[in-house]
């Protein structure tokens, strides 16, 4: 299995401008998460999905972030507008279990918002 | 208000001693913890867990520790390597959801 693949690996726009990162889980795997890391506070979860269905988003900073899972092997993570505070990487991580099964993290997505 | 905290940002450890990393949680109903790794330009990986009825878990090189009255838990690595440079997250939580700490960033000298 190729693991999670995440894209694209790296994201530079510019403030106000769309962005989206995408996620493909590990096949099989019926949750998937959504992260953000940066400096001050980690790692920390934005949202996550049980068979395509959104569980708990109550780590979305603000309404400008959506999630979406289509699918069980695709998601999406969208930011319109976005703005320099968004800048961070972001990781999508799936699991076969609920949250305390062992997490397969992507390579993840280093976004800079100028 | 941060419910899982790493108190140091960053050790460095001479190969062949140990490296103790240290994670505090605050909430008493948090029952499942776990240890992450992660390298640079690479997402975290899962190192090693303990049961919330244990207080010592090992695997080769790594312990992890748990003390549950001091909600305390932390990570061993005995004799710490030059590969184990890299930044360590505990992962604390409940059945539905777990909370990373800030990460340590360990560096093994030679």
């Known amino acids: 299995d190729a693991g999670v693949i995440q894209s694209p690996r790296h994201e530079v726009t510019e403030m106000g401008q769309e962005v989206t990162l995408r996620c493909k889980p590990i096949?099989?795997?019926?949750?998937l998460f959504w992260y953000r890391q940066t400096m001050m506070r980690g790692l920390e979860l934005l949202i996550y999905?049980?068979?395509?269905?959104?569980?708990?988003d109550s780590g979305m900073p603000e309404d400008r972030f959506s999630a979406k899972m289509p699918n069980a092997s695709f998601s999406t993570l969208k930011i319109q507008p976005s703005e320099p505070r968004d800048s961070a990487v972001y990781f999508c991580?799936?699991?076969?279990?609920?949250?305390?099964?062992?997490?397969?993290f992507g390579p993840g997505t280093r976004l800079t918002v100028l | 208000d941060q419910q899982v905290k790493q108190n140091s940002p960053s050790l460095s450890v001479q190969e062949g001693r140990i490296s103790i990393l240290n994670c505090d949680y605050t909430?008493?109903?948090?029952?499942?913890f776990l240890w992450y790794k992660k390298y640079p330009a690479e997402g975290p990986t899962f190192l090693i867990s303990?049961?919330?009825?244990?207080d010592k878990n090992e695997d080769g090189r790594f312990t992890v520790f748990l003390n549950k009255s001091a909600k305390h838990l932390s990570l061993h690595i005995v004799p710490s390597q030059p590969g184990d440079s890299a930044v360590y997250f505990c992962?604390?939580?409940?059945?539905?959801?777990?909370?990373f700490g800030t990460g340590t960033r360990l560096q093994v000298t030679l």
């Open positions: 999905f049980n068979n395509n269905v959104p569980i708990d």
């Open positions: 909430n008493s109903m948090f029952d499942y």
């Open positions: 303990i049961s919330s009825i244990k």
């Open positions: 096949s099989g795997h019926d949750y």
């Open positions: 991580a799936s699991s076969q279990r609920e949250g305390v099964d062992t997490q397969y």
């Open positions: 992962s604390i939580g409940t059945a539905s959801k777990l909370t």
